[in-house]
């Protein structure tokens, strides 16, 4: 699996995070996974340990909604992290 | 060689050859059979009468070097809505026509006969002949059995049975590449062929006179230039080719916009099976292509060739708007049954949105359950046989939920709702409300900026934001629709400037013109402009421009609301 290792390298109360990875960014990592982070770590860093470069990144969701990389996670939040994908 | 317009008059059999009229040279695609349909089409008329015109117009770009530019425009006044109607597909017929220097075909008037008639078109002209032996025929044999006739390369476009029993769910079909088909999907314009009895018409470009460029040298540097803009973008360059449209499906479903159970909720429980990402597995395990362009020229690849678990050819043209509607919105969540389908609609000619809207009304009416694939199955072979049970869905939703009286009916002007919901997808409520043809996402498909964030972004939940959102791209979509150009060039549009203007330059370099960028949006506007008018001599108001009641029901998980007042919406066209 790419991307760092994770737990426990922080100090202080872990939560759980669900993310959902999407299109080219599964190949080599996974489809969705639970994870402990530091209590209101950014999106930023979730990108980081998974080795995903925020150029290459889309759209993120968390619960559903629209939000971007400096945003903050709370417990049991689910982030979706999509490549730039179209359709139609 | 100059272009023109050939008239084909179904009453006499006889075909004229026109000059090209000043103010229809700088015309193309929609705006050209827009501007004819509203020129010679009676508003009020009954789209199967006399009165009523099918016209069919390559882009201004269409027939060039230019990447993606081979769609073909067909318009008339739609029998499915009762609006005007500019539908445009890819395949094989537009970039004949342009090298065989067609400017527009407008087919007018009723046979007097009640017999089936084909056209075909080469280098010498437009010859009617009575057809009898593909008659009730479906689509694939009446390709298969006009490339024999014709010649292995010959475009075509054809009707289905549907088309011959002129039902509103009636789509006309054009030959691909491979022999397979693309679709004049939406707006029943299968049937408005129907009415003037074509069963099919053959292009043959052998020996055409190519399309004319002012300025070669000018035209090969923009377009170099907007290749490279479509190969640099991710969506154009990649996403397309390796997930296609389908990849939508887990994106509107975490976004909570995928429209589900008839429109209850905005996620769906079977979203994984149907997925982009398990198509392109399932399709590259069963040794069918990933990839597939639905015209020469194009460099985007969206589509694929879908096999079945044998590996043998099952459906190709497979997209994200059939998949979501028998996926998400009549709960089948088995995509080889949506493939079977699929392939079923492509040979009986009707439109897979309008069917599958249907079939979920159907569901909602109890003829079969949700979630039922082998009954979905069955309906769809009821509409290709013409029975009673069949006349009355190929009539679509609208008509189907009338007469099982029901409120949620998910259609606006009497078409069908597409894969996104209006209430967590507001800039796309906008869009189905206000479009000049009845529900429709490409019209301005706002998705791109409310979820994918293309072209910058408008938060979906909002209400900020959308109407000047569906406003813009219903406008620049009316000048795409114009060019010949397939519409996914403007994922690559949106983020780069430089590609619009390559586009400028590319019909300069061809025209000789020196057309600005403005030019362009006012060419999109009056577009719309020109459509309104001739749906409100049609009888058509602002009462039209709205949503179902149902959908001040909150949408889950959001608990979003359509909840855009009348002002609000009538506001889209103050420009």
């Known amino acids: 699996m790419r991307g760092r290792p994770t737990p426990p390298f922080f100090i202080g109360q872990a939560m759980n995070i669900t993310v959902k990875l999407f299109a080219s960014f599964r190949t080599g990592r996974f489809g969705e996974k639970n994870f402990d982070y530091p209590e209101a770590c950014r999106v930023s860093r979730v990108l980081h340990e998974l080795d995903i470069a925020a150029s290459e990144v889309g759209v993120l969701l968390v619960n559903g909604r629209h939000v971007t990389v400096d945003s903050n996670l709370s417990p049991g939040d689910t982030l979706a992290i999509f490549p730039l994908i179209g359709g139609g | 060689m100059a272009e023109k317009i050939y008239r084909v008059n179904m009453t006499t059999l006889k075909v004229s050859v026109e000059d090209v009229p000043k103010e229809w040279a700088a015309l193309g695609g929609r705006g050209l059979t827009s501007t004819i349909v509203a020129k010679e089409v009676k508003p009020d008329c009954h789209p199967l009468g006399k009165y009523n015109k099918l016209v069919f117009a390559p882009g201004m770009l269409t027939g060039t070097a230019c990447a993606n530019s081979g769609r073909l425009s067909a318009g008339g006044k739609s029998p499915l809505t009762g609006t005007i109607k500019e539908s445009n597909a890819g395949g094989t017929a537009s970039q004949c026509l342009a090298r065989l220097n067609v400017k527009a075909i407008i087919i007018e008037g009723l046979p007097q006969k009640d017999i089936f008639y084909s056209l075909h078109l080469d280098k010498n002209g437009i010859t009617i002949a009575e057809e009898t032996e593909l008659v009730g025929k479906g689509n694939y044999e009446v390709i298969t059995a006009v490339r024999k006739r014709r010649g292995d390369k010959v475009a075509v476009l054809s009707l289905g049975p549907a088309g011959e029993m002129k039902i509103p769910l009636a789509n006309i079909s054009v030959r691909d590449p491979e022999g397979n088909m693309r679709s004049h999907g939406r707006g029943g314009l299968g049937a408005l062929m129907g009415s003037k009895k074509i069963k099919y018409f ?374």
């Open chain 2, 202 to 575: 053959s292009i043959d470009d052998a020996g055409a006179p190519g399309v004319a460029i002012a300025e070669p040298e000018k035209f090969k540097e923009a377009s170099r230039v907007f290749a490279k803009c479509l190969l640099d973008h991710p969506v154009t360059g990649q996403g397309l080719k390796t997930y296609g449209t389908d990849i939508l499906v887990n994106i509107l479903h975490e976004a909570g916009g995928l429209p589900t159970h008839n429109f209850r909720t905005g996620r769906f429980d079977g979203h994984d099976k149907i997925s982009g990402e398990t198509m392109h597995d399932t399709i590259v395990e069963r040794g069918g292509k990933p990839s597939h362009g639905c015209h020469a020229g194009c460099i985007i690849q969206c589509s694929q060739v879908y096999n079945d678990k044998k590996g043998a050819y099952l459906t190709s043209g497979f997209e994200y708007e059939t998949i979501w509607g028998f996926g998400a919105g009549c709960c089948i969540d088995d995509l080889d049954a949506i493939a079977e389908a699929d392939h079923m609609m492509d040979d009986i000619g009707i439109d897979t949105i309008e069917t599958a809207v249907t079939v979920g009304v159907a569901m909602e009416a109890g003829i079969i359950a949700f979630g039922d694939g082998k009954g979905m199955l069955n309906l769809i072979k009821e509409i290709g046989k013409g029975s009673h049970l069949g006349r009355l869905l190929g009539a679509g939703a609208s008509v189907l939920g009338k007469a099982y009286g029901l409120t949620r009916v998910p259609v606006v002007k009497g078409q069908g709702i597409p894969a996104y919901d209006p209430r967590s997808v507001k800039g796309m409520g906008i869009t189905y409300a206000t479009s000049t043809m009845g529900a429709d996402h490409t019209a301005g498909y706002s998705t791109a900026t409310n979820i994918l964030k293309v072209g910058g972004f408008v938060d979906p939940l909002k209400k900020e934001g959308q109407v000047e959102l569906s406003r813009n791209l219903q406008i620049a979509t009316a000048l795409i629709d114009s060019t010949g150009l397939c519409l996914f060039v403007a994922f690559a549009v949106l983020d780069k400037p430089e590609a619009f203007n390559a586009i400028v330059d590319m019909v300069n370099a061809k025209y000789g013109s020196s057309i600005t960028g403005d030019d362009g949006i006012g060419l999109g506007k009056s577009i719309l402009k020109l459509e309104r008018g001739f749906n409100i001599a049609a009888g058509f108001t602002s009462a039209h421009d709205r949503l179902p009641e149902f959908f001040e029901e909150l949408c889950p998980p959001h608990n979003a609301v359509w909840d855009f007042t009348e002002k609000e919406i009538d506001s889209f066209w103050d420009f």
